[in-house]
């Protein structure tokens, strides 16, 4: 049983930059696939970014070039670095962790961490 602990989600400005961190126990972490997934009201669950047990990148069209996602297999912790913050960007962000070591978009779910870009 894996359980994901996300934190370093707030209230930022526009262009401003927030790190998220998601901590996993309970599993072999670096076998694994992690993601960040995030949910604006009203509309879908989204895959942000994703990184394989490889160390693969995948990036949302939307935040190619602002975002990043990193993994510390030592610290059991995925890292979504985040620069140039858009009120679009405000959602309830997702830690995942994948059930295979690439990314197939199904696993285990953090409780999400709250990202509010405004002025």
């Known amino acids: 049983q894996v359980k994901l602990v996300e934190s370093g989600g707030g209230l930022v400005q526009p262009g401003g930059s927030l790190r998220l961190s998601c901590a996993a126990s309970?599993?072999?972490?670096?076998?694994?696939?992690m993601a960040w997934y995030r949910q604006a009201p009203g509309k879908q669950r989204e895959l942000v970014a994703g990184?394989?047990?490889?160390?693969?990148?995948k990036y949302a069209d939307s935040v190619k070039g602002r975002f990043t996602i990193s993994r510390d297999s030592a610290k059991k912790t995925v890292y979504l670095q985040m620069n140039s913050l858009k009120p679009e960007d405000t959602a309830n962000y997702y830690c995942?962790?994948?059930?295979?070591?690439?990314?197939?978009?199904?696993?285990?779910w953090g409780q999400g961490t709250q990202v509010t870009v405004s002025s």
């Open positions: 309970g599993s072999i972490f670096s076998s694994y696939a």
């Open positions: 995942m962790r994948d059930n295979y070591s690439y990314l197939s978009g199904f696993g285990s």
């Open positions: 990184i394989t047990s490889g160390g693969s990148t």
